[in-house]
């Protein structure tokens, strides 16, 4: 699940490299940000009662931030093929934003969490 996520992060961290199709720019926004919402979805749904409740508990939350970012990034996504082109890069800004908690958490965790 953590590879899905990971993938759909770096889709829509690469989806300005299509410079010349905004179309496509928009369509590898929304890959990404239906890849981290498909593994939100899938980690709401399979819950394992092995861990413990409050492992539940937290994942939970967890994912629900997940869907609470790649809701509103789909929206714009989609809404920038047709009409609104500008809209791309508010999702995009999003998930630039989003990328770099995920950066911060990680760093955080690696580094300066010690037991």
């Not at 981290?36 to 492992?55: C, F, M, W």
């Not at 994912?63 to 990034?73: K, Q, R, S």
């Not at 996504?77 to 934003?97: C, E, N, P, Q, T």
Request: with cysteine; net charge positive.
């Amino acid at each position: 699940m953590a590879i899905a996520i990971l993938i759909g992060i770096v889709l829509g961290l690469l989806a300005p490299a299509c410079r010349q199709n905004a179309k496509a720019r928009s369509a590898v926004l929304m890959a990404g940000a239906t890849m981290v919402l498909a593994a939100a979805v899938y980690g709401l749904l399979h819950e394992d009662p092995r861990v413990g409740a409050a492992t539940i508990a937290a994942n939970r939350r967890e994912y629900h931030f997940l869907m609470e970012y790649a809701f509103p990034v789909l929206a714009l996504a989609a809404a920038s093929l047709s009409r609104f082109k500008k809209l791309f890069w508010a999702g995009w800004s999003i998930h630039l934003a989003f990328a770099g908690f995920v950066l911060v958490v990680v760093i955080w965790l690696t580094f300066f969490w010690h037991w």
